[in-house]
């Protein structure tokens, strides 16, 4: 659908009337997208702010029979929160919990609602002692009203089940504009006082009722029968053994009937004990045989992963992320709790025993500490992002699909179903990815498609087909959690008899006779080759300068990379990682890592406006609030690197334009700071006079933030040349930050390694050209990064320790592939972190000698932490003996010149709140530990102490020499 000057008109009305919609070039591509292999372009996205508003659109869309699709974090993997209409995005303001009622353990909330925040504020509210059950991989950024929608489950669906055992009652809003709330016994209006709506109310319960009549026993037959039988509409709970519970057959429906506004929800007991029971297996299969025997301790959770996963999360994050498994080629994960932890300790051993016994279990592990249950839990959790690009055995990496992901069977069929579908993957010469919550029979397998060729499509098509008739051989349902959206309605006639189907048709139509709401989803279906994303892609030669290596060792295309971003969603959390600052500084899609990914995807295929391509200003835009911060290349559980992708698009987006004086000002300053350095005490007094403002107008720079003291060439000379050995076995690398602004952190950097008994090499000679890879002037900076490989690449092996993290990060990663030479690569290799150097000196044998603090408020910059891993700072802190460590875990803000731009600012400062801020609020007398030049900057600014000494590096805190 496009936006017609009739349709144009129809948006404009809305805006008119109140409703925040938007219909631009770069909204729509946000959001022709979600978590699945589909896309299709929307007419509009509107965020509605209320009832009301919402109101106003469905009545506006009923009367102009234009589609209308409901949507929370945009997490489907089934392709039922995208749709050719209007677009509404419950996620940005109707995301409020209006009330917890501990001692009716409901609470009631609005359809935005992220359930982690759901079940965090329960827990706060009661005290730990009652929480809300479902948790989805996604339940970070998956709302309510979408896991209403597809009825999803999660890890302990063993103990708690689906999302539909946990709902009490839905505030509905019909497709003819009626406000009813379903319940456990029928409809009813939502206002006691609206006859129209109590009307419409009694018509549709009276119509359910002469529908469950009508098809009593094919409901009873074909219905229920399993304990995740999602796909199709959840009509056996209309059954009269089943309490004819409206509101539970509504779950499930992904929005094909009605718009969830409200609902409230079932709350549990969280159990006083929980113990983790990790057992390794050498089959997926043997690990499924095993499922029965555990069900009969009533785990909370089993959930089984295969070798692929642990293999491509091993080559992502390092081996420390899968270490804690025990040996094997196929695990599953145990959860076993309760109110006694003897009773807990005790059916843990009991069951290790029968595991034993039964022979197929190779190792079983306990893990009590919550800390390590959470690390390990991630493996499993984080395996749908993970499994796209699978790491092969050979060390190859594959791309693999959605589609086919979450098909169930009962757990006692379970094994061989896994064994026949293996045999039907290798008919098919296919590869999938097994894991999956086993306790409930249900699998995620992800499938090594092709979407990009015809035959590709042709060979997923007569794939699905197959899988659909061998699910249904073994008793099982196409969906055990996602829904079937547009990957599997077409395929429901396999499992459903003529008669069902019927009956779907009909429960579709009392609600929505006119089909207005998610059209072509459960009935009335399109194929699930129908609108897929990577169809119809143009093989455009995309020139980069990156080189973008790919995990196989080749170069990649620009279109490839950017096709990285698969809509899991990870970028929209607002806990766990640092990715994504700006999205949690806005709330708004446009600022995600994904969101800017999809603006992307659309340039490369010609879509509308963005058909511009490296011309785009509706690209620029969705880049612009981009910290360039690296988080999402290892936070991102498919590699989305954006700020590489950001540097490539400005370097082309600015050929032949003005750019913006910052990226003047700014880009180019390690050319001003050797000007500086001639002139710091001049340069400073001029800076500290009311002429400042105006020269921070004429450089593009915001006046709110105070501007560091330039450092001269002698009080550079003065910190290094006592140091320095030409011939010493580790080089140490002065960057552009430190020599103009930070000279004293060279000296004791200097120190701490000639202490260990290394003598450095200092470098002040060559430089990372960051600044200007940030601001995309990347024939500038390859200039310098081949000068600077040329004068590393010295046939040593000494170690390159670098003072500033960011300019570390540069030379470890965008140096190899800005210049994709041996020199380049070999130099990369070399490259440290300090924190990096100070933990091999400690490992060595090394033991600072300083007075170190007993406590220290750490910012990890954001480059260390994605290049160098989470961990660098607090390990190499925790090596040299400071006991308390406090992690600010999250961007500064500053990011560069990102914070130093006038328009820039408040979103700096709004950064700064998600983690660095309160940590320096929560113990104001810790001393504060910014090894960016950045973050030193921030620290400052937050601190509201303008002297250099307001944050430390780690060679200042480490330094021999007294202070």
């Known amino acids: ?107 009631d909330v609005e359809p935005g609602v ?32 979408g896991s209403i929608g597809n009825d999803a489950c999660g890890n302990h669906s063993v103990r708690y089940g689906r999302t539909s055992d946990h709902v009490v009652s839905l505030d509905l809003l019909l497709a003819d504009g009626a406000r009813v709330t379903a319940t456990s016994t029928g409809l009813q209006a939502t206002d006691a006082d609206d006859a129209p709506a109590a009307l419409r109310a009694a018509e549709l319960t009276a119509g359910l009722r002469a529908l469950t009549a009508e098809y009593l026993a094919p409901f009873r037959l074909e219905l229920g029968r399993i304990p995740r039988q999602v796909s199709g509409f959840h009509l056996a709970n209309l059954l009269p053994e089943n309490g004819f519970n409206v509101a539970r057959a509504m779950v ?71 270490a804690d498994l025990p040996p094997g080629h196929a695990w599953l994960y145990i959860d076993l709790d309760g109110d006694d932890e003897a009773v807990v300790a005790a059916s843990a051993k009991q069951l290790k025993a029968d595991l034993y016994d039964a022979g197929r279990a190779l190792d079983c592990r306990e893990v009590r500490d919550p800390v390590e249950r959470t690390k390990l839990w991630r493996v499993r959790e984080d395996g749908a992002g993970l499994s796209s690009r699978l790491q092969l055995a050979d060390g190859h990496t594959v791309t693999s699909w959605p589609g086919w992901e979450d098909s169930a069977v009962a757990p006692e069929n379970l094994a061989d179903y896994l064994a026949d579908f293996r045999m039907l993957l290798d008919e098919f010469g296919l590869i999938g990815v097994m894991y999956g919550h086993f306790g409930a029979g249900c699998m995620h397998i992800r499938i090594t498609f092709d979407p990009r060729t015809s035959d590709g499509r042709a060979v ?31 395929l429901l006639p396999q499992m459903y008899s003529a008669t069902i189907m019927q009956a779907f048709a009909t429960f579709k139509r009392l609600f929505d006779p006119a089909n207005t709401l998610n059209p072509g989803v459960i009935v009335n279906a399109d194929s699930v080759t129908d609108n897929l994303a990577l169809d119809g892609i143009p093989a455009l030669p995309w020139q980069t300068s990156f080189a973008l290596h790919d995990a196989n060792g080749g170069s990649g295309s620009f279109a490839d990379e950017v096709h990285r971003c698969i809509g899991v969603g990870r970028c929209r959390s607002h806990s766990s990682g640092v990715m994504c600052p700006s999205y949690r500084a806005t709330g708004d899609e446009k600022d995600s890592t994904r969101g800017r990914a999809r ?55 600015y050929q032949g334009r003005l750019r913006p004086v910052a990226h003047y000002s700014l880009g180019w300053l390690p050319r001003w700071l050797t000007l500086t350095s001639r002139t710091a005490p001049v340069v400073n007094a001029v800076l ?5 403002y105006l020269a921070l107008r004429l450089g593009g720079l915001t006046s709110e933030r105070p501007l560091p003291q330039f450092a001269s060439r002698r009080e550079l000379r003065r910190e290094i040349v006592p140091h320095h050995v030409p011939s010493g076995d580790v080089v140490l690398l002065v960057d552009s930050f430190t020599k103009g602004f930070r000279p004293e952190v060279a000296g004791a950097a200097a120190r701490v390694i000639e202490q260990a008994g290394h003598t450095p090499d200092i470098r002040t000679d060559v430089c990372c050209g960051l600044t200007w890879i940030s601001t995309g002037q990347l024939r500038r900076a390859r200039k310098r990064l081949a000068r600077t ?66 406590a220290v408020t750490v910012q990890t910059h954001c480059h260390e932490y994605a290049v160098f891993g989470p961990a660098t700072q607090r390990r190499a802190l925790a090596a040299a003996g400071i006991p308390e460590i406090r992690e600010a875990t999250g ?43 950045s973050c030193h900057m921030q620290a400052r600014q937050l601190t509201g102490d303008p002297a250099p000494s307001a944050s430390s590096h780690l060679a200042q805190i480490l330094d021999p020499r007294p202070r």
């Not at 794939?463 to 055990?480: I, K, N």
């Not at 995807?601 to 360039?628: I, Y």
Request: charged residues 25%; proline residues 4%.
């Open 1 to 107: 659908m496009t936006v017609s000057a009739d349709h144009r008109e129809f948006v404009d009305a809305l805006s008119l009337g109140g409703v925040e919609i938007d219909s631009t070039e770069r909204r729509i591509a946000e959001y022709s997208y979600d978590a699945s292999n589909y896309r299709v372009r929307p007419l509009a996205v509107a965020f509605p702010r209320n009832v009301d508003e919402v109101s106003r659109v469905v009545s506006a869309c009923r009367r102009e029979g234009v589609p209308l699709i409901a949507r929370g974090g945009g997490t489907s993997m089934a392709g039922n929160a995208i749709g050719p209409g209007i677009v509404l995005d419950f996620s940005r303001h109707m995301n409020r919990i209006r009330s917890i009622d501990d001692a009716g353990r409901t609470a």
């Open 114 to 145: 992220v359930l982690s925040d759901l079940s965090a504020a329960v827990e706060r509210h009661t005290g730990g002692a009652l929480t809300f059950a479902p948790d989805p991989s996604s339940k970070n950024r998956a709302t309510v009203g």
């Open 252 to 322: 499930g429906s992904e929005g094909t009937c009605a718009v969830v506004v409200g609902a409230r929800m079932r709350l549990v007991e969280v159990p006083s004990s929980a113990l983790l029971l990790i057992v390794a297996y050498d089959d997926i299969v043997d690990a499924a045989r095993d499922v029965m025997t555990i069900l009969k301790y009533s785990p909370a959770a089993i959930e089984g992963i295969d070798e692929q996963i642990v293999a491509t999360m091993k080559a992502r994050r390092g081996p420390d992320s899968v």
């Open 460 to 490: 997923m098509a007569e794939f699905l087909t197959a899988a659909a008739q061998l699910v249904v051989r073994h008793g099982g349902t196409l969906s055990g959690e996602h829904g079937d959206g547009r990957a599997r309605s077409q």
């Open 599 to 653: 603006v992307l995807q659309d340039m490369v295929r010609g879509s509308r406006s963005v058909d511009q391509g490296w011309a785009s200003t509706d690209v620029r835009d969705a880049l612009d609030l981009c910290l360039s911060c690296k988080a999402c290349s290892s936070d991102c559980p498919t590699g989305v690197d954006m700020a590489t992708y950001k540097a490539e698009f400005f370097d082309h987006y």
């Open 688 to 692: 500290a006079s009311p002429v400042r």
């Open 789 to 854: 490989a040329e004068a590393l690449d010295d046939g040593s092996d000494r170690a390159i320790v670098v003072t500033e993290p960011s300019c570390a990060a540069a030379l470890r990663t965008d140096l190899p592939e800005l210049v994709d030479t041996a020199a380049a690569r070999r130099v990369a290799l070399r490259v440290r972190s300090f924190a990096e150097q100070v933990t091999a000196q400690i490992e060595g044998g090394w033991r600072p000698t300083a007075m170190l603090p007993r």
């Open 891 to 933: 961007c500064c803000g500053v990011a560069g010149n990102f914070g130093f731009e006038r328009q820039h600012f408040d979103v700096s400062m709004a950064v700064a709140e998600q983690a660095l801020a309160p940590a320096l609020r929560a113990d104001p007398d810790a001393v504060v530990l910014t090894d960016g030049f």
